[in-house]
């Protein structure tokens, strides 16, 4: 007789995204992109398997924080983390969803970086 199976939640992470996203509320920052980093962590349950159908793949990250990127002018960092973690909720495999946003040049040349970290689950 064969050992049940587990379930065990697997933490898929893309790092260093670089987009350019239409973001800001000041004047100097409608009709003009600028560039983002992001950092995306999700929790997913897999079982071991060794076939990429059975987790979630690394490009489907990239693609939804793409794609957040070109819906238009967003205001907030805080919107553009909460639109791809909700991408990422989507997938009915992922528990939860650690979005972090970087917007590089919010305080230049002061700081190196100025964004956001959000944590979506499932309730």
Do not use: W
Not at 27 to 32: A, F, Q, T
Not at 79 to 88: K, P
Not at 104 to 118: K, M, S
């Amino acid at each position: 007789m064969s050992a049940p199976t587990r379930t065990v939640t697997s933490r898929v992470f893309v790092t260093g995204v670089k987009v350019q996203a239409e973001i800001g509320v000041y004047r100097h920052e409608i009709g003009r992109v600028q560039p983002l980093i992001v950092d995306v962590e999700v929790d997913v349950a897999t079982d071991g398997s060794d076939r990429l159908a059975d987790t979630l793949n690394y490009e489907t990250i990239l693609a939804a924080a793409q794609a957040v990127a070109a819906e238009g002018h967003m205001h907030l960092v805080e919107t553009f983390a909460h639109r791809l973690a909700r991408r990422c909720l989507a997938d009915p495999r992922v528990s939860r969803a650690r979005v972090r946003v970087e917007k590089p040049l919010a305080l230049a040349p002061d700081a190196v970086g100025a964004g956001v970290e959000i944590v979506l689950s499932r309730d």
